[in-house]
T-cell receptor, first 116, second 115 residues
């Protein structure tokens, strides 16, 4: 079966532009997470969806970042007025539930965002 | 305080030998899970092994084992019989019940396996 997919794989944009990053989770997975991985660092949590709602958006760095998951499957991370500091790999992960601490998160290949 | 600390930025090991990657964690949650992920140069995050805070025995998955010392708050990854394909970044991560099950990652250890 298909894993988590993310598009585009690479995105180069100019400072001040708007970008959208897409995540297709594993079919049937209700939980979806976005992480950001800067060079030489571990992934950092951005936002978590359970179904259609954002259950925890405490990791979003500021109000330029927004994410949606309108039908409970595909999610889009939206970044307005991009800054050079937004350059990173954006990872999406999904899991089948959150009832237990053990609930493996399956990661997508990531989108590498470069802001010039 | 850092929730996950990986003190080894880089490690080297000879092929076929065993290597231990260190991880210490900090939490006050009574229930939590510890994970190790491998990230090759291609970038994907590959789940390796999981240890629950209430698990009595150390987790094992093939050549991977987790040396879990709860009192010391450490969860070291042991890779036995290293292979050239094991060369990658390795991340320790924790999931706490109080944090909506998000993963908190350490900074990683770059493992290089020498032939």
């Amino acid at each position: 079966g298909a894993g988590v997919s993310q598009t585009p794989s690479n995105k180069v944009t100019e400072k001040g532009k708007y970008v959208e990053l897409r995540c297709d989770p594993i079919s049937g997975h209700t939980a979806l997470y976005w992480y950001r991985q800067s060079l030489g660092q571990g992934p950092e949590f951005l936002i978590y969806f359970q179904g259609t709602g954002a259950a925890d958006d405490s990791g979003l760095p500021n109000d330029r970042f927004f994410a949606v998951r309108p039908e409970g499957s595909v999610s889009t991370l939206k970044i307005q007025r991009t800054e050079r500091g937004d350059s990173a790999v954006y990872l999406c992960a999904s899991s089948s539930g959150v009832g237990l601490t053990y609930n493996e998160q399956f990661f997508g290949p990531g989108t590498r965002l470069t802001v010039l | 305080a850092q929730k996950i600390t990986q003190t080894q930025p880089g490690m080297f090991v000879q092929e076929k030998e065993a290597v231990t990657l260190d991880c210490t964690y900090d939490t006050s949650d009574p229930s939590y899970g510890l994970f190790w992920y491998k990230q090759p140069s291609s970038g994907e995050m590959i789940f390796l092994i999981y240890q629950g805070s209430y698990d009595q025995q150390n987790a094992t998955e093939g050549r991977y084992s987790l040396n879990f010392q709860k009192a010391r708050k450490s969860a070291n990854l042991v890779i036995s019989a290293s292979q050239l394909g094991d060369s990658a970044m390795y991340f320790c991560a924790m999931r706490e019940i109080s944090s909506n099950y998000k993963l908190t990652f350490g900074k990683g250890t770059l493992l290089t396996v020498n032939p």
